[in-house]
């Protein structure tokens, strides 16, 4: 099977490097969903614009997206109720609705064929269990009746034979073509996007510099971190190390398959297992086509990640018997400890976005829309309760404690165990180990060519020491999900710097006592 989404086959436009000092309104730092809207709403409103990306145009997280739009959130209504009050519940899925009209409206505006489709949205009773759910439903069926929202109570869901309810005027587009089309109608009128151009810092007050790792400058009012985690920027370390605390990372896992014509209506489905199922399916001249994901976990805690697309797959199979799977990927979501996004200021004239959970595309095209009415002081309804600094608590003590045991566990068990080898030599090909190398462990990966890589398995985020996940070829820090290529360069923060390159000066057996004392 393919490792990749059907987004990624898109042949994306080349922006060039930074080379050169600059001046703008705004400098956006991330070129996913959230940044490249961010750019393209700012640009609308008559702003300079300069939007950097360290690498490619949607090669984050945005890429590995299953873009179902949607104002369902993964938390349920009710719980939104219940921790934050109706008007809040209301005000949450009213964004989502905002969001998915927004981007109506800009692939209509600019012509971009991406695939927009209006929807309905299912959600069932679990995949995993067989129990009598009803009662839940029809809690959650009143509640959004009473709010305003349309829901429909359906005893057999389509396809599943489930108890659910169906959300009219869902969406779903193909993301990579939406993306090219906000990126063609960026640049121009003092507006430019800068690929291969990774920021460094940020300083000052009324007017910030930030350094870019080209070696140049740029002078703007307002920047925007519209990456996955927020880079630290102007935020002191502690407030930044207190939202991080926040944040947690989980990887879910994703089969693309071909699906028999007809089989089941176009539309997205989700269940109530935790962590959920969910599905897309999409009607082609050419054929159905099926994405279905899940089984999620906590970024580097998983030692058998082969194991979970198994899992997967075995499960899809049970649901639909004549899928051929062709596709499988896996990405990377945030969650939060009270269960909605943080969006708002983080320090003076800087603005940031995380924590969208299952809900990206939505959230993140929010994001971009509550920072365009920051950078014109424009009030906004949702940024009291999106805010950065509301109470970090609002969750409970006890799932936050619960949650951020991760850090000091895995910083005491992994220092303490030994090294998985003692020898480069068993590290094969398209394999990493953590392996003792001239009395130190280092993280050795070896591609498919035979070339090894070592790096210090030091995490530079917090000190954790990283795992290999061997289906995705990464190397991911288990205490506040990190993750980075086989040769140490930060694919997903919180980490800022790359793993710390290694220098092997001979080939060296480590002693049992080396693996020991390590």
């Not at 790792?213 to 971190?225: A, D, E, N, S, V």
């Not at 927020?230 to 879910?252: D, H, I, N, R």
């Not at 004549?322 to 990405?331: A, M």
Request: glycine share 8%.
């Amino acid at each position: 099977m393919k490792p990749e989404t059907p987004w990624q086959d898109t042949k994306l436009p080349h922006f060039p490097a930074l080379t050169k000092d600059g001046d703008f309104d705004v400098v956006i730092v991330g070129g996913g969903i959230t940044g490249l809207t961010a750019a393209y709403l700012a640009k609308q409103a008559g702003l300079k614009v300069c939007l950097l990306e360290r690498d490619r145009l949607m090669t984050g997280d945005t890429s590995l997206t299953t873009a179902h739009l949607t104002h369902v959130t993964d938390l349920r209504l009710q719980q939104i109720a219940d921790g934050f009050g109706r008007d809040a519940a209301r005000m949450v899925w009213q964004g989502g609705q905002a969001a998915i009209n927004t981007i109506e409206r800009i692939a209509a505006r600019e012509e971009i064929d991406c695939e927009f489709r209006r929807v309905p949205g299912f959600l069932h009773g679990s995949l995993a269990e067989d129990r009598d759910e009803s009662k839940d439903f029809q809690t959650e069926y009143q509640l959004a009746i009473e709010l305003g929202f349309s829901p429909t109570y359906l005893e057999h869901v389509p396809g599943f034979q489930k108890q659910g309810l169906v959300y009219p005027n869902q969406a779903k587009l193909n993301p990579a073509l939406y993306l090219c089309g906000l990126a063609e109608a960026i640049p121009g009128d003092g507006c430019v996007i800068h690929e291969m151009s990774e920021f460094e810092s940020v300083e000052g007050e009324e007017r910030l510099e930030v350094k870019v790792k080209t070696g140049h400058t740029l002078r703007c009012g307002r920047i925007f971190f519209a990456t996955h985690v927020p880079l630290m920027g102007k935020t002191g370390m502690l407030w930044a190390t207190v939202l991080q605390s926040c944040l947690y990372p989980y990887s879910s896992y994703v089969i693309g398959a071909k699906l028999p014509h007809g089989q089941l209506p176009e539309a997205s489905w989700w269940d109530t297992t935790d962590p959920y199922y969910y599905l897309r399916v999409d009607s082609h001249a050419n054929g159905d086509y099926a994405i279905f994901g899940g089984e999620d976990h906590k970024t580097g805690q998983e030692p058998d990640t082969e194991s979970r697309f198994q899992k997967l797959e075995d499960r899809l199979r049970q649901v639909l018997p004549q899928v051929q799977p062709d596709r499988r990927w896996s990405g990377q979501v945030i969650e939060t400890n009270d269960g909605l996004p943080y969006i708002g200021e983080t320090a003076t004239r800087q603005f940031a976005a995380t924590g969208f959970s299952g809900n990206g595309t939505t959230f993140g095209t929010l994001a971009a829309m509550m920072f365009c009415d920051w950078v014109q002081a424009r009030e906004n309804p949702w940024k009291d309760l999106f805010a950065m600094n509301r109470h970090m608590l609002h969750g409970g003590l006890l799932e936050y404690l619960k949650q951020n045991i991760d850090y000091p566990y895995y910083l005491v068990t992994d220092s303490l165990k030994p090294a998985e080898a003692k020898s480069t030599r068993s590290v094969r090909r398209g394999q990493g180990k953590i392996v003792m190398v001239n009395d130190q462990k280092a993280a050795c990966y070896r591609d498919e060519n035979g070339k090894l890589s070592m790096v210090s398995p030091v995490c530079t985020h917090m000190g954790c020491l990283v795992h290999f996940n061997d289906a995705e070829k990464t190397w991911d820090c288990p205490c506040h999900g990190s993750r980075f290529k086989p040769t140490g360069e930060v694919v997903a923060g919180p980490a800022e710097t790359p793993l710390e390159k290694i220098e092997s000066k001979k080939p060296t057996v480590a002693t049992n006592a080396l693996v020991q004392e390590a």
